[in-house]
């Protein structure tokens, strides 16, 4: 399976925005798939994610009430709506998949596959 994900951008601060995460096999609605996000000089963090199974998300605490995770399964496509978004938000954006649920979702290296990223970059 491989990653695409697309609808970074340049906003200004209280801005939204939609990212998408597009994968190229149907069996990607079997996935669970994460977001990350790395700023220049620090680390990868997690951002949000949703069960291949159930549907049930997990957020950042930072994030939570502006970033929503969803999924279309006809699209093969995951989505993060962000909004309200702040300068802080400035970072690379990455989509990541796996067969399955980690109760360590929150770890960039439980997850095995990786979108090449989209960059978001929020002014002030």
């Known amino acids: 399976v491989q990653l695409q994900a697309s609808g970074g951008g340049l906003v200004q601060a209280g801005a939204s925005l939609r990212l998408s995460c597009t994968a190229s096999?149907?069996?990607?609605?079997?996935?669970?798939v994460g977001w990350f996000r790395q700023a220049p000089g620090k680390e990868r963090e997690f951002v949000a994610a949703i069960r291949e199974s159930n549907g049930a998300t997990r957020y950042l605490d930072s994030v939570k009430g502006r970033f929503t995770i969803t999924r279309d399964r006809a699209k093969n496509t995951v989505y993060l709506d962000m909004s309200s978004l702040k300068p802080e938000d400035t970072a690379l954006y990455y989509c990541a998949a796996r067969a399955y649920w980690t109760v360590k979702y929150y770890s960039p290296i439980e997850w095995h596959l990786w979108g090449q990223g989209t960059l978001v970059t929020v002014s002030s």
């Open positions: 096999e149907r069996t990607f609605s079997n996935y669970a």
